[in-house]
């Protein structure tokens, strides 16, 4: 399934590289109708994906803490739906059903896939905020045990005021923090492969849907992206993200 998705976006990179280098439009022709196959034959492989995205939210009901367990709950019933308008529209697309209205169920099917997107990336947020209070909490502690007067205070992100004003003191919050977010998930990978791929797989949804036009050359390669992370999750089962 990953490597269809990734030939799939690979082909809509490719056709949009040819398009701007002036190919020719038999060769584009080509592409496209390649890109539309795999996706044709994606869609018939994710038959039956909603039942088991369904049986994912009933999992994650049982999780002991609340966010993790309305935002990864949320996802996998949005999923759901997407994958049952993604089966509608693969009925279309088939000729099972030539009188249904594709342009509505492909609007639905992302709709849904959004929601999930956000879903997923507010769960990735509140993880890292949890990370980050217990990086910040274990850096006071050592500095305590070394006796570092202060030390809690002064190398985390809620110093006291400095003797510059209020904007040195913004600056180096804000620097002590990205640093701090780059130490967390330098720290833990498979928490930085979900944030790039939802990253990366929220544009598609938000093109489709007319939110926010990034055009064919992002969307195949943030596809691409997301699906090598995704075959990468695949390869390496330590870099996903649980639960």
């Not at 990179?13 to 398009?19: F, I, K, T, V």
């Not at 036009?213 to 992206?225: F, H, M, Q």
Request: net charge positive; glycine share 10%.
């Amino acid at each position: 399934m990953g490597k269809l998705r990734a030939a799939q976006y690979a082909c809509s990179l490719l056709g949009h590289a040819l398009q701007r280098h002036g190919a020719s439009p038999e060769l584009q022709k080509q592409i496209r109708q390649l890109e539309g196959h795999l996706s044709l034959g994606r869609k018939l492989l994710r038959l039956g994906n909603s039942a088991d995205a369904l049986e994912s939210a009933k999992r994650a009901v049982h999780l002991s803490d609340v966010v993790l367990r309305f935002c990864i709950t949320v996802s996998h019933l949005n999923r759901a739906l997407y994958f049952a308008c993604d089966n509608v529209l693969w009925a279309g697309k088939s000729g099972l059903a030539p009188r249904v209205d594709q342009e509505k169920w492909a609007q639905r099917s992302f709709r849904y896939y959004l929601f999930s997107l956000i879903m997923n990336l507010s769960r990735d947020a509140y993880e890292i905020r949890l990370l980050m209070e217990q990086e910040t909490s274990a850096y006071g502690r050592r500095m305590k045990i070394s006796g570092v007067p202060g030390g809690g205070e002064t190398g985390g992100p809620g110093g006291p005021a400095t003797p510059g004003g209020c904007l040195p003191q913004l600056a180096l919050k804000f620097r002590l923090r990205v640093l701090l977010l780059a130490r967390v998930l330098r720290g833990h990978p498979p928490l930085l492969l979900d944030v790039l791929r939802n990253a990366c797989d929220l544009f598609i949804p938000l093109d489709k849907l007319g939110l926010w036009r990034c055009g064919p050359g992002i969307v195949g390669l943030c596809g691409l992206i997301s699906s090598i992370l995704s075959i990468l999750t695949l390869i390496c089962p330590w870099l996903r993200l649980k639960p």
